[in-house]
């Protein structure tokens, strides 16, 4: 195997060291887990001239609940979220996409926020935290700010976050409802998926008190459903479900590639909404006809 | 030679242990390697008729398969596989279902994944990322190998081969399944998702 080269790899171990090599060093590029990074060096070649690595930046690891948010830190690695039991138990939609992420190896060493800057359209990590109305912290040397996830993707593969600034955290308000998360894949494991989707909804008995969907690899994004607030309370059944697939396939943008056609992506998009509705219902012990 | 030990030719009565002569050997400097040559039997075969030996030893398998079919997503698993063979002789048994368990897994991969795409000539799957294999969680459970030992004359010990030939039968045991579960026949492989979906929806038109 060939060695990588043409970059320098620059350690800090502290957030404010890595804000300001980014600051000054040109070129410069933040590594997290590396899991897209190298892969991605190695078939096109280095374009930055030093690699930022934020692992031993200690204050970007962890999770933690504090002032009604669940706080987690964007160097944890998947295996960590699997692990944790506040993620368990109040972002179900999320433990179980980190579960479905690449090998153990790849869980290891690859970051949530790794996952997320990377920015594919198709990262499981995205449509989980989209349901769970996550937000993003954003980091400079001046300034920081928090901003809804979805606003951190600004196409395939980019987001908006300049050669200054880091995602620092991710938040997501603790909350009572339910949150499921399904995905097509071409075999179990170790596969980008062909679409995936995250349902969070809360339940009032047989009414559906808030609901939100989001889709991934079916837009240059990951998608978060508009315009589901007008159906709250709805009755929980097949006609409201075929409503909100309805608002899902107007909103959707699946295009062909190697792993599936547009018209798989929408159909999917129809059976994996619909299975996740279904999924989130039943985990905040609702009852189906 | 026979119980490790070394007979006389002619007066089979006399016998010395093989350790023996390995140790005089030894002591001699000598090596017990001998070389030789082995021509397989010649092959025939007439194109004008199509009949003949094709190859010196013919090898027999057989695999009967269990899949499920997901009808909304078009989503094949193989829950099982029974695998029989004719290996002529089990030389190692173990790693005769080495071959047969490697066989199945490429039998799969053969049946519904992998699936090289070319557009203009270049191929749009040029990795593993794209060219998808079966890994170890798609594997099926595998049934006890059924061993036939029909011996070949020509070979040692009467061994038929076993690692090529094993991957053959899986790939039609799992598109028969697929018909005997959904009554689609396919003549096209690999059956992915998408093939699967799309025949349901052209089965549903009609």
């Known amino acids: 195997m060939r060695a990588l080269a043409g970059f320098e790899l620059i350690r800090p171990k502290t957030l404010v060291g890595a804000l300001e090599a980014l600051d000054t060093l040109e070129l410069a590029q933040p590594l997290a887990g590396g899991t897209d990074l190298i892969p991605t060096y190695r078939d096109l070649g280095c374009r930055s001239k030093y690699l930022v690595d934020l692992g031993l930046v200690k204050e970007l690891n962890g999770i933690f609940e504090a002032d009604g948010f669940i706080q987690i830190g964007p160097m944890t690695t998947h295996s960590q979220v699997i692990n944790s039991s506040l993620i368990k138990k109040k972002a179900r939609a999320l433990h179980e996409a980190t579960c479905l992420i690449g090998s153990a190896q790849i869980r290891n060493r690859g970051t949530i926020g790794g996952n997320l800057c990377n920015a594919s359209p198709a990262a499981d990590t995205a449509t989980p935290l989209l349901v769970h109305d996550a937000e993003a912290n954003i980091t400079s040397l001046d300034d920081t700010r928090w901003i809804p996830l979805q606003d951190l993707f600004s196409g395939p593969k980019m987001t908006i976050l300049e050669p200054d600034e880091l995602l620092t955290g991710i938040r997501l308000p603790v909350v009572s409802g339910g949150s499921s998360f399904m995905r097509i894949g071409r075999r179990k494991g170790f596969t980008l998926s062909i679409v995936n989707a995250a349902a969070y909804l809360e339940r009032e008995d047989d009414r559906v008190g808030e609901i939100s969907i989001a889709l991934g690899s079916v837009a240059p994004t990951p998608l978060c459903i508009q315009g589901l607030d007008e159906l709250q309370s709805g009755d929980m059944n097949d006609g409201f479900i075929d409503v909100v697939n309805d608002i899902c396939l107007d909103q959707i943008k699946p295009i062909d590639d190697v792993r599936g056609t547009a018209e798989y992506r929408r159909d999917m998009t129809s059976v994996l909404v619909r299975r996740a509705i279904r999924d989130a219902w039943t985990s905040c012990g609702g009852v189906l006809e | ?206």
């Open chain 2, 1 to 206: 030679m026979r119980d490790s030990n070394v007979y006389d030719k002619k007066n089979h009565e006399t016998k010395i242990p093989f350790s023996d002569i390995a140790e005089e050997l030894h002591i001699r400097g000598e090596s017990p390697g001998v070389y030789g040559f082995y021509a397989s039997p010649k092959r025939f075969f007439n194109p004008e008729t199509g009949l003949g030996v094709n190859y010196s030893v013919y090898t027999f398998a057989a695999s009967v398969a269990e899949v499920e079919v997901d009808t909304e997503t078009g989503h094949v698993e193989v829950t099982k596989i029974w695998p029989a063979m004719d290996v002529g002789k089990a030389i190692d048994p173990l790693i005769i279902d080495g071959q047969i368990h490697g066989a199945i897994s490429h039998g799969l991969g053969f049946a519904a994944m992998e699936n090289l795409q070319l557009k203009d000539g270049i191929v749009m799957t040029p990795g593993f990322k794209d060219y998808i294999i079966p890994s170890a969680l798609d594997t099926p459970e595998i049934d006890d190998t059924i061993i036939v030992e029909e011996p070949y004359k020509y070979s040692a010990f009467g061994a038929k081969g076993v690692g090529e030939p094993s991957i053959i039968s899986v790939v039609p045991a799992i598109v028969n399944a697929i018909y005997h579960a959904t009554g689609v026949r396919f003549s096209t492989i690999p059956v992915t998702p998408e093939r699967m979906h799309k025949a349901f929806k052209e089965a549903n038109r009609k």
